[in-house]
């Protein structure tokens, strides 16, 4: 791979195209053992459908615009990373059921619309704090998501293979058909995931706090139907759009989906609707940021503790060079303790900039800790602390706290510490089935939807 030219890191490569990111270093990268095996992967992808479409894209920046100005809400959730190993329909649609709950409870507490963004169909790359893991005096390469290696500690499954990105594709594709069939096929029918959470507010203690907000949404309805709207054939009440998105990390992959739209002449990452940067890999002048500046998906950027308000003011410059409503989501991800001493500084240098940003709370990675038992975690309570931080100085600053970043399960997991049904670290051993991140449950992820929703009224 090409990182020999490295060029001014304000300037966009000269001529931007599609593989100009490799006169960049790029961060994360496996070191693939065979180039040979990779080129031939990588003219395979060239060659295959692309999973979105250029108009999607923009619809979805569309979307955001409205985002940014305060008119809508953000919830993007899912894995930390996909599984080949747990790819199932019904895993599919536990997720998705999650997610559409979620997003009920946010809409009505918001009374705005909720974009709907998965962390799916395409989140198969990890990025590591360390290039290699050492078990017992023995080292071998990190895991870097099912898109390069698998988790087992073992030589031959850490080794790199670029035949993961062709599985990643094809697992990506009947994801997202599984995602379309269900969204537009009636399964996200509002009065149908409303009975789902009547069902979570009747059935357990955390949701019975829940009962007002849930009784009023019941009362909408039915004032609805009583005007005469026939709730199962409103289009707007029975179909969702549901976006996909991942970190745009294994940039081969992201470079051999990416195709020139007919019509307009833009350049598209066909692999999801939108991408971001990992807060490892957001260097002004490193690769990722070069291949995201030049394609017009939406894009995200992580900002974790070290983001100074000239970073982020030249990343702003970089990925969205022309103030475009919705075209850039800052995800922050500072920690419960530290959002009032970060977030200000960077909302007065993106304001004064004129970037109509959305900004979005990650409150899952800056709260990660390792158990006594030795399982990464955190605690539902630290993630609560850090929406209501991120809550908090929005409204003293007079910005929009535009949107949540989860990563969730549909699955009954016990990753997270805490929420009502009281996971403890002792519990941590019994579903732990995550392949990188912990990852709330169904029912704490309801729960945390339930207590963002008060935020949002508050
Ligand atoms: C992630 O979103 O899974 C991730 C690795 O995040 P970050 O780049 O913020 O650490
Ligand atoms: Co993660």
Same mark, same amino acid.
């Given at each position: 791979?090409?990182?020999?030219?490295?060029?001014?890191?304000?300037?966009?490569?000269?001529?931007?195209?599609?593989?100009?990111?490799?006169?960049?270093?790029?961060?994360?990268?496996?070191?693939?053992?065979?180039?040979?095996a990779l080129k031939r992967?990588?003219?395979?992808?060239?060659?295959?459908?692309?999973?979105?479409?250029?108009?999607?894209?923009?619809?979805?920046?569309?979307?955001?615009?409205?985002?940014?100005?305060?008119?809508?809400?953000?919830?993007?959730?899912?894995?930390?990373?996909?599984?080949?190993?747990?790819?199932?329909?019904d895993s599919i649609r536990? /997720?998705? /059921?999650?997610?559409?709950?979620?997003?009920?409870?946010?809409?009505? $507490?918001?009374?705005?619309?909720?974009? /709907?963004?998965?962390?799916?169909?395409?989140?198969?790359?990890?990025?590591?704090?360390?290039?290699?893991?050492?078990?017992?005096?023995?080292?071998?390469?990190?895991?870097?998501?099912?898109m390069v290696n698998d988790?087992?500690?073992?030589?031959?499954?850490?080794?790199?293979?670029?035949?993961?990105? @062709?599985?990643?594709?094809?697992?990506?594709?009947?994801?997202?058909?599984?995602?379309?069939?269900?969204?537009?096929?009636?399964?996200?029918?509002?009065?149908?995931?409303?009975?789902?959470?009547?069902?979570?507010?009747?059935?357990?203690?955390?949701?019975?706090?829940?009962?007002?907000?849930?009784?009023?949404?019941?009362?909408?309805?039915?004032?609805?139907?009583?005007?005469?709207?026939?709730?199962? $054939?409103?289009?707007?009440?029975?179909?969702?759009?549901?976006?996909?998105?991942?970190?745009?990390?294994?940039?081969?992959?992201?470079?051999?989906?990416?195709?020139?739209?007919?019509?307009?002449?833009?350049?598209?990452?066909?692999?999801?609707?939108?991408?971001?940067?990992?807060?490892?890999?957001?260097?002004?002048?490193?690769?990722?940021?070069?291949?995201?500046?030049?394609?017009?998906?939406?894009?995200?950027?992580?900002?974790?503790?070290?983001?100074?308000?000239?970073?982020?003011?030249?990343?702003?410059?970089?990925?969205?060079?022309?103030?475009?409503?919705?075209?850039?989501?800052?995800?922050?991800?500072?920690?419960?303790?530290?959002?009032?001493?970060?977030?200000?500084?960077?909302?007065?240098?993106?304001?004064?900039?004129?970037?109509?940003?959305?900004?979005?709370?990650?409150?899952?990675?800056?709260?990660?800790?390792?158990?006594?038992?030795?399982? /990464?975690?955190?605690?539902?309570?630290? @993630?609560?602390?850090?929406?209501?931080?991120?809550?908090?100085?929005?409204?003293?600053?007079?910005?929009?706290?535009?949107?949540?970043?989860?990563?969730?399960?549909?699955?009954?997991?016990?990753?997270?510490?805490?929420? $009502?049904?009281?996971?403890?670290?002792?519990?941590?051993?019994?579903?732990?089935?995550?392949?990188?991140?912990?990852?709330?449950?169904?029912?704490?992820?309801?729960?945390?939807?339930?207590?963002?929703?008060?935020?949002?009224?508050?």
């Amino acid at each position: 791979m090409a990182t020999g030219d490295v060029l001014e890191p304000e300037q966009p490569a000269q001529g931007w195209h599609a593989a100009s990111w490799r006169q960049r270093p790029a961060g994360q990268q496996p070191l693939w053992p065979d180039d040979e095996a990779l080129k031939r992967v990588e003219a395979q992808l060239a060659g295959l459908p692309p999973m979105v479409f250029a108009g999607e894209a923009r619809r979805l920046t569309a979307s955001l615009a409205a985002v940014s100005s305060g008119k809508a809400f953000l919830l993007q959730a899912g894995d930390c990373a996909e599984s080949f190993g747990e790819f199932s329909a019904d895993s599919i649609r536990d /997720k998705l /059921k999650v997610i559409l709950q979620m997003a009920v409870a946010l809409t009505y $507490a918001a009374g705005v619309p909720v974009v /709907k963004v998965g962390r799916i169909a395409g989140q198969f790359a990890k990025p590591r704090s360390s290039d290699t893991e050492e078990i017992g005096g023995v080292r071998l390469d990190a895991f870097r998501g099912h898109m390069v290696n698998d988790e087992a500690f073992d030589p031959e499954a850490r080794r790199p293979d670029p035949e993961r990105l @062709i599985t990643a594709y094809h697992q990506s594709v009947s994801t997202l058909n599984l995602l379309r069939a269900f969204t537009k096929g009636g399964f996200a029918d509002l009065s149908q995931v409303h009975a789902w959470n009547q069902e979570f507010v009747l059935s357990s203690s955390e949701g019975r706090r829940y009962e007002t907000v849930a009784g009023e949404i019941d009362r909408a309805l039915r004032f609805m139907a009583a005007c005469g709207i026939d709730l199962g $054939a409103e289009d707007g009440l029975h179909q969702v759009d549901f976006w996909t998105s991942h970190e745009a990390l294994i940039l081969p992959y992201e470079e051999a989906l990416t195709r020139q739209d007919s019509l307009t002449g833009d350049w598209v990452d066909c692999s999801a609707h939108m991408l971001w940067v990992g807060e490892r890999t957001r260097q002004l002048d490193g690769a990722h940021v070069e291949f995201l500046s030049g394609v017009i998906n939406p894009l995200g950027a992580k900002l974790g503790p070290s983001a100074t308000p000239d970073d982020v003011v030249a990343l702003c410059a970089r990925l969205d060079p022309d103030r475009t409503p919705g075209r850039l989501t800052l995800i922050t991800r500072f920690g419960a303790g530290r959002v009032e001493e970060l977030l200000p500084p960077l909302l007065d240098a993106v304001r004064a900039e004129g970037h109509p940003v959305v900004w979005q709370c990650d409150p899952m990675h800056g709260n990660t800790f390792t158990s006594d038992g030795g399982r /990464k975690t955190r605690r539902f309570d630290d @993630i609560l602390a850090e929406l209501r931080s991120f809550f908090a100085v929005h409204r003293g600053a007079g910005t929009w706290p535009g949107g949540v970043h989860v990563e969730l399960t549909g699955d009954n997991v016990t990753e997270c510490l805490g929420g $009502a049904e009281e996971i403890f670290e002792d519990d941590l051993d019994q579903r732990y089935t995550t392949t990188c991140d912990p990852r709330l449950n169904a029912r704490q992820s309801l729960d945390l939807a339930f207590r963002i929703a008060e935020l949002l009224r508050a």
